[in-house]
């Protein structure tokens, strides 16, 4: 079956730090990869897209790796700030226009 | 960037009564959007997407005749949760799909704020 797996557990990071989150697919094969933020009670805000035939995307402190041999993409946060403390989602879809399917999110929480 | 609302923002509703909720594209055009279900501490749910002058189509296990989706125009669709009972009390989220994002098709889907539902 089909399933996007992110870490179930919180991370905890210290501020300053480099926040590392992780997204894994298994029987997918997408077109591209998202990343969307999402603070509590209100809709995920996109942040960076990522298509297949791309490694390594960048914006400002974030950074998106994606290996579609490992089936995984990675999603950094340099230089942590306490009010990057949110639950992050992974999404993926097959193609244009395709169905996105959203994986479970990894709460973030940077300790000042 | 896009833009996407919400309204309303939050209901209290009596079982049994429907309640209407809308969602706007503000400053592009969508021709697709999507309604999702979030249940605390869960991911969001795809109840259905909704494509401008023509029937949602629905997800596996979604009761369609409960849940009513309209798209009457590019900038708006509504769901209507109808006869709702307290175990429709969730968090509905719409997105609309906004298929030029910096120059490229990327079929990017931007969120609105969420309305949160209870029911009593």
């Known amino acids: 079956s089909q399933k996007i797996e992110q870490n179930s557990e919180a991370l905890n990071i210290q501020e300053g730090k480099t926040a590392t989150l992780t997204c894994n697919y298994t029987n997918y094969s997408p077109a591209y990869l998202q990343w969307y933020r999402q603070d509590p009670g209100r809709g995920p805000v996109f942040l960076l897209l990522i298509r297949e035939n791309e490694k390594e995307k960048r914006k400002e402190r974030l950074k998106v790796t994606f290996d579609t041999t490992l089936k995984q993409s990675l999603f950094h946060i340099t230089a942590s700030q306490p009010a990057d403390s949110a639950t992050y989602l992974c999404a993926l879809a097959e193609g244009g226009y395709q169905k996105v399917t959203f994986g479970t999110g990894t709460k973030l929480q940077v300790i000042p | 960037g896009a833009v996407v609302s919400q309204h309303p923002s939050w209901v209290i509703c009596k079982s049994g009564t429907s309640v209407k909720i809308e969602c706007r594209s503000l400053?592009?055009?969508?021709?697709?959007m999507f309604w999702y279900r979030q249940f605390p501490k869960q991911s969001l749910m795809l109840m259905a997407t909704?494509?401008?002058?023509?029937?949602?189509?629905?997800e596996q296990g979604v009761e369609k005749d409960k849940f009513l989706i309209n798209h009457a125009s590019l900038t708006l669709s509504t769901l209507t949760v109808t006869s709702a009972h307290p175990e429709d009390s969730s968090f509905y989220i719409c997105?609309?799909?906004?298929?030029?994002?910096?120059?490229?098709?990327?079929?990017?889907?931007?969120f609105g704020p969420g309305t949160r539902l209870t029911v009593l």
């Open positions: 400053d592009f055009q969508a021709t697709t």
């Open positions: 997105s609309a799909r906004d298929p030029w994002t910096s120059g490229d098709y990327t079929d990017t889907q931007y």
């Open positions: 909704s494509n401008e002058g023509s029937k949602a189509t629905y």
